[in-house]
């Protein structure tokens, strides 16, 4: 009787104990490369009937490139306390366009308190993407890619070579005390890119970096941005939209307690003119949010055409409908703090304004510059100049 109970506990125990894959004894060495073990690592735990964890102790460590690919037989998570270092050189990323990839994987979960390092230094000097539209794509430090039912919490992204995080095709997939941490100077080096996914979360980070801070591309459904601080960069952005001609539409974003602090845009809207066909941009809600210092607290920008890229002869055909923004306070670095410019061949639909009070130079409150758009003013916000 004895020996059954013992036996019952036993396996209860072995039930709730996730196997551990360490990878030192994958033949792993403090300061080594672990790209071989770390795959290695990853084969025996996806074919793991129960759950699985990859382990990467407190330690420094190289990587060169690696995908993480499923389907896998069960739940696996990967903690990681080290610190992984990408290849310095851009060139030794195997010429992948992520460095670290996660592809195909149901209930995954990437925790601990470990920073993957980009070492982008030497990339963003090489990156011309500014003056010229073919350039050659550096290396992300994350890719995410049919992922569903997972969590990322406490990791940090540090000085990717180019976007920090890709999300795509993903479905029910959540960031928290997530920390992106690179300079205002890194070229392209977005906090997390978001696209043809639903049911994302991004809650209680911080993300500093050179460019968007979050970005919501064509096909994000279901997002919500909550508690995130941002600065340095350019703000949490929808779009930019319409620059392709085969884009799905961006639904239902909830952007709410966030701080923007020296970022040279706040919320902002962006579609391009003169695209093909027609999409839509609506259910967008930005609510009790702080400005420090921001350059366009809030902005909406249908003629969005960085580097002359395009042709402005045609109007965006980008419908953005229902956007509320809501108790937004603070600072703003300009004093026309407020651009709503819509298309001219399908103007915004239902944009309310309310509680506004962002100041400029510490006293005066800052204006608005509308077109083709008739806002809804609630209570306490400036009215458009005409
Ligand atoms: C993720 O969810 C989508 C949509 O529900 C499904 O088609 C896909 O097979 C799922 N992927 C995995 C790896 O479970
Ligand atoms: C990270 O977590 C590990 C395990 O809990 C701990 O030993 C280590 O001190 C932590 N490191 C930092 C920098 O907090
Ligand atoms: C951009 O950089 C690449 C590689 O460094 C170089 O081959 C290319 O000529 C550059 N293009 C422009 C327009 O500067
Ligand atoms: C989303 O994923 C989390 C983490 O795996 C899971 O706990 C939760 O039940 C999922 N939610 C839905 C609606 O499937
Ligand atoms: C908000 O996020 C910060 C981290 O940036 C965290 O310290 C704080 O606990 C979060 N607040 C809540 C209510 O979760
Ligand atoms: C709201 O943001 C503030 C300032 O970052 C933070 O201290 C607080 O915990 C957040 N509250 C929630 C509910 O996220
Ligand atoms: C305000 O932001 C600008 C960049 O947009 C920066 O140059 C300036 O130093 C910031 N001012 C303060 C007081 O932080
Ligand atoms: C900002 O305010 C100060 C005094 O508070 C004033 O001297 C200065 O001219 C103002 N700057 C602008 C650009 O309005």
């Known amino acids: 009787m004895a020996t059954l109970a013992l036996l019952l506990l036993l396996a209860s125990y072995v039930k709730a104990q996730a196997s551990l894959f360490d990878i030192r004894k994958y033949g792993v060495v403090p300061n080594g490369d672990i790209t071989?073990?770390?795959?290695?690592?990853?084969?025996?735990?996806?074919?793991?009937?129960?759950?699985?964890k990859v382990v990467i102790p407190s330690n420094k460590y190289k990587l060169r490139q690696i995908d993480f690919m499923g389907p896998c037989?069960?739940?696996?998570?990967?903690?990681?306390?080290?610190?992984?270092?990408?290849?310095?050189?851009?060139?030794?990323?195997?010429?992948?366009?992520?460095?670290?990839r996660f592809g195909y994987i149901n209930?995954?979960?990437?925790?601990?308190?470990?920073?993957?390092?980009?070492?982008?230094?030497?990339?963003?000097?090489?990156?011309?993407?500014?003056?010229?539209?073919?350039?050659?794509?550096?290396?992300?430090?994350?890719?995410?890619?049919?992922?569903?039912?997972?969590?990322?919490?406490?990791?940090?992204?540090?000085?990717?070579?180019?976007?920090?995080?890709?999300v795509f095709g993903c479905k029910n997939i959540s960031f928290t005390n997530f920390r992106v941490s690179s300079p205002a100077y890194s070229p392209n080096t977005d906090g997390i890119h978001i696209g043809k996914s639903t049911q994302v979360k991004i809650t209680n980070s911080k993300i500093d970096t050179g460019d968007d801070c979050i970005s919501?591309?064509?096909?994000?459904?279901?997002?919500?941005?909550?508690?995130?601080?941002?600065?340095?960069?350019?703000?949490?952005?929808?779009?930019?939209?319409?620059?392709?001609?085969?884009?799905?539409?961006?639904?239902?974003?909830?952007?709410?307690?966030?701080?923007?602090k020296n970022t040279n845009n706040g919320l902002r809207i962006k579609t391009w003119p003169g695209t093909a066909i027609i999409s839509l941009a609506s259910d967008l809600h930005f609510e009790d949010i702080t400005m420090i210092n921001v350059s366009?607290?809030?902005?909406?920008?249908?003629?969005?055409?960085?580097?002359?890229?395009?042709?402005?002869?045609?109007?965006?055909?980008?419908?953005?409908?229902?956007?509320?923004?809501?108790?937004?306070?603070?600072?703003?670095?300009?004093?026309?703090?407020?651009?709503?410019?819509?298309?001219s061949g399908i103007p915004c639909e239902t944009v309310e304004l309310s509680d506004i009070n962002l100041r400029f130079n510490g006293t005066t409150l800052v204006t608005a510059k509308c077109a083709n758009v008739k806002p809804k003013i609630g209570r306490k916000a400036p009215i458009c100049a005409t």
């Open 73 to 100: 037989k069960a739940p696996i998570e990967i903690l990681v306390n080290g610190i992984i270092k990408a290849p310095k050189n851009p060139f030794d990323v195997s010429g992948q366009n992520q460095w670290v």
């Open 216 to 260: 919501l591309g064509d096909g994000s459904k279901e997002v919500t941005i909550l508690n995130v601080t941002c600065g340095p960069g350019h703000g949490i952005s929808v779009g930019s939209l319409g620059k392709y001609s085969n884009e799905d539409s961006v639904e239902d974003v909830i952007v709410k307690n966030c701080t923007l």
């Open 296 to 343: 366009n607290p809030i902005i909406i920008d249908q003629e969005y055409c960085p580097w002359n890229q395009c042709s402005k002869q045609s109007p965006s055909k980008i419908k953005i409908s229902k956007v509320t923004f809501k108790n937004i306070r603070g600072t703003s670095a300009t004093q026309e703090g407020i651009t709503l410019v819509c298309s």
């Open 107 to 166: 209930f995954l979960t990437l925790s601990g308190n470990g920073t993957f390092h980009g070492r982008g230094k030497m990339a963003w000097k090489q990156n011309n993407c500014s003056t010229n539209k073919n350039c050659k794509k550096l290396a992300m430090n994350f890719g995410f890619g049919f992922v569903n039912n997972s969590v990322i919490h406490d990791i940090t992204s540090k000085d990717s070579k180019y976007f920090h995080v890709n």
């Open 36 to 52: 071989m073990a770390l795959q290695k690592a990853w084969r025996d735990a996806c074919v793991s009937t129960t759950p699985s």
